[in-house]
């Protein structure tokens, strides 16, 4: 499993998922919000599984 997130992919995802999951627990928006929790594990892990079908990564040019 090779790392896919790069750095600035990896921070927007952290903080949106950090950012539905506190909305969601203080009521703000309904139980959808938990789904937060998807982009806070792909920022984390810095690996997303839909990059995978297309090739894409966000990784900076490794030499």
């Given amino acids: 499993m090779n790392a896919n997130v790069g750095s600035i ?3 927007v995802r952290i903080a949106g998922g950090l950012g539905l999951i506190a909305a969601a ?3 703000v ?3 959808w919000g938990w789904i937060g929790v998807v982009p806070l594990a792909t920022g984390t892990f810095r690996f ?3 990059y995978l079908p297309f090739g894409l ?3 900076g040019i490794k030499k």
């Fill in 57 to 59: 990564s966000t990784c």
């Fill in 48 to 50: 997303c599984p839909a």
């Fill in 29 to 31: 928006i309904g139980p």
């Fill in 9 to 11: 992919d990896r921070i």
């Fill in 25 to 27: 627990l203080t009521g």
